[in-house]
């Protein structure tokens, strides 16, 4: 295994991320020994038929090694095919019921399995960590559970997305993305290019962990299809289950 330590350049690699670094200062027992693999999941369905006539949807999960160079944890032969979930058609929020034996050993990746290293001769706890995802946007919601249309859509954003319903067009449409860019940025005064407004307010400030845990905490999830009839209400995108 190869050990990738973060350098002070552009980002070309994981490694470089502000996210890797973070948890290099959170976790220093799991940084120190290199052999240590973090890893990232991509998954996304596809019709196996390349026929746009039938719903049929494929999603393979693979892991990505990010211990090893980007030119080569990207290859096919270093990436892990964990799964293959076939279905009829889309999985929706259902993904998460397959995902349950994928994830129980993550968990226990984390605590630690015994290996053997072969260049040294002994033994170890061999320890791995899900350090991101890859995915398009529609299948963000379907893995973070976040909803990814109607009035909350942003995940960056959350209650502080910046939605327009669109009574012609019988969509949203969201307009505070300039909020993101540097403050004195010219796009931010350019009024004719985008809704007729100036953009003076600052970009919301993103949720921290512990902050997601508590408005989270007391929430109970139900796995699998639920019960009940879904009246999606048109007018501000918001789901009501209706028991």
């Known amino acids: 295994?190869?050990?990738?330590?973060?350098?002070?350049?552009?980002?070309r690699h994981p490694a470089d991320a502000k996210a890797w670094k973070e948890f290099h200062k959170q976790?220093?027992?799991f940084a120190s020994d290199p052999r240590n693999v973090r890893l990232g999941l991509a998954s996304n369905g596809f019709n196996p038929f390349c026929?746009?006539?039938?719903?049929?949807?494929?999603?393979p999960v693979l892991l990505i090694p990010y211990n090893l160079?980007?030119?080569?944890?990207?290859?096919?032969?270093?990436i892990v095919l964990s799964m293959i979930i076939p279905g009829e058609k889309a999985l929706g929020m259902d993904i998460d019921v397959y995902l349950q034996p994928l994830i129980q050993e993550l968990i226990q990746l984390w605590n630690g399995v015994d290996a053997y290293d072969t260049?040294?001769?002994?033994?170890?706890?061999?320890?791995?960590?899900?350090?991101?995802?890859?995915?398009?946007?529609?299948?963000?919601?379907?893995?973070?559970?976040?909803?990814t249309k109607g009035r909350f859509a942003c995940p960056s954003c959350g209650k502080a997305t910046q939605s327009v319903w669109l009574e012609n067009g019988h969509k949203f449409c969201y307009m505070g993305h300039r909020r993101w860019l540097?403050?004195?940025?010219p796009l931010r005064y350019d009024q004719d290019v985008f809704d007729g407004n100036m953009e003076f307010a600052n970009s919301p400030v993103p949720l921290t962990?512990?902050?997601?845990?508590?408005?989270?905490?007391?929430?109970?999830?139900?796995?699998?299809?639920?019960?009940?009839?879904?009246?999606?209400?048109?007018?501000?995108?918001?789901?009501?289950?209706?028991?």
Not at 136 to 145: G, H
Request: charge should be positive; hydrophobic fraction near 35%.
């Open 69 to 78: 160079p980007l030119w080569l944890c990207m290859k096919q032969s270093s």
């Open 119 to 147: 260049y040294t001769k002994t033994s170890f706890k061999l320890r791995a960590v899900l350090h991101s995802t890859i995915h398009d946007f529609p299948a963000y919601a379907n893995l973070s559970r976040w909803s």
């Open 51 to 59: 026929v746009m006539s039938t719903t049929y949807s494929t999603w």
């Open 182 to 185: 540097p403050i004195g940025h």
């Open 27 to 29: 976790y220093p027992n």
């Open 1 to 11: 295994m190869i050990s990738v330590e973060p350098r002070n350049e552009i980002l």
């Open 209 to 243: 962990g512990t902050q997601i845990l508590v408005e989270l905490d007391g929430t109970n999830f139900t796995y699998g299809k639920g019960h009940g009839n879904i009246d999606a209400d048109k007018r501000d995108g918001e789901q009501i289950w209706k028991k």
